[in-house]
């Protein structure tokens, strides 16, 4: 909860001090409704270390293999803008599976993660048309992302076998800021990036930290379709106090992405 306040302090007094935006949207129409839908699929390698105990499973896995052992990745990002607010939601999923073995331990692991981002934005300020759009604008994102996990383990060595389900829920609160700037009528450039996590727990699960970064190229061939391209960052940092023993979800995926987005 002390997470969530002083992110909504953050925000507060980011909109506080951006009092001359307001002119920006009345000088490029931005006061109109627009809605956005993009979906992606994404190719992402996967680094990190997923720790049972006294075990740690390494799981680093380029894209080759990512295809192997995944059955879907893939993400949704869909907005609705109302002058200088907006909403934001995108659910994200994929599955991995992954085996490994450790001195004389077999670990197969199998996570499903099912992720929604969700959330506003404002616009704290925008320059330049066109077209019917802004030719830069800059947004502050506040929101929540949701993970629900589940995460499937088996562990067997000559001293013991130990199989466990643990599916786990989790809201933890993110800001951050999204820029988006047109290089020709046609061509656009856009990065974001943004922080979550701050040790809010859910279900005995606790996210240490979470952050994200995102850029792309789009291209625009008119005003309702286009298509863009780009390269994810999402490094996760989870634990599951209520377990008996030690353990870690330490994640970092990356990679890239492309899309097609329609606007109206």
């Known amino acids: 909860m002390n997470a969530i306040k002083r992110i909504l302090f953050v925000a507060t007094l980011l ?3 951006v009092p001359g935006t307001r ?37 680093d896995i380029g894209v080759d293999a990512l295809l192997d052992n995944t059955e879907f990745a893939g993400m949704v990002q869909m907005e609705a803008r109302f002058g200088r607010f907006g909403l934001f939601v995108q659910p994200n999923y994929f599955k991995l599976e992954e085996s490994r073995s450790i001195l ?16 506003g934005f404002f616009r704290l300020g925008e320059w330049g048309v066109v077209r019917k ?18 995460q499937e383990t088996d562990i067997s060595s000559p001293f013991f076998i130990t199989e466990r389900e643990e599916n786990v829920h989790l ?12 290089l020709t009528d046609h061509i656009l450039f856009g990065a974001r990036g943004d922080v979550g996590g701050f040790g809010v727990k859910g279900d005995d699960v ?3 930290f979470t952050w994200q970064a995102i850029t792309f190229l789009g291209y625009e061939f008119n005003d309702v379709f286009g298509i863009e391209a780009g390269y994810r960052w999402l490094s996760v940092d989870m634990e599951n106090e209520a377990l008996p023993f030690d353990n870690e979800i330490d994640l970092d995926f990356e990679g890239m992405f ?7």
């Open 133 to 150: 759009h802004p030719a830069a604008y800059v947004d502050l994102m506040v929101g929540g992302r949701y993970w629900g996990i589940e």
């Open 206 to 208: 606790k996210s240490n």
């Open 171 to 182: 809201t933890e609160p993110f800001v951050g800021l999204r820029l988006v700037t047109y």
């Open 23 to 59: 002119s920006f949207a009345e000088e490029s129409g931005a006061d109109r409704r627009e809605f956005t839908i993009v979906p992606y699929a994404w190719f992402p390698n996967i680094e990190g270390d997923v720790t049972i105990g006294q075990q740690t499973a390494n799981a």
């Open 104 to 119: 004389l331990t077999d670990v197969d692991l199998t996570l499903k993660f099912s992720m929604i981002e969700f959330g």
């Open 15 to 17: 909109l506080l001090l």
């Open 258 to 264: 492309a899309g097609i987005s329609f606007r109206f």
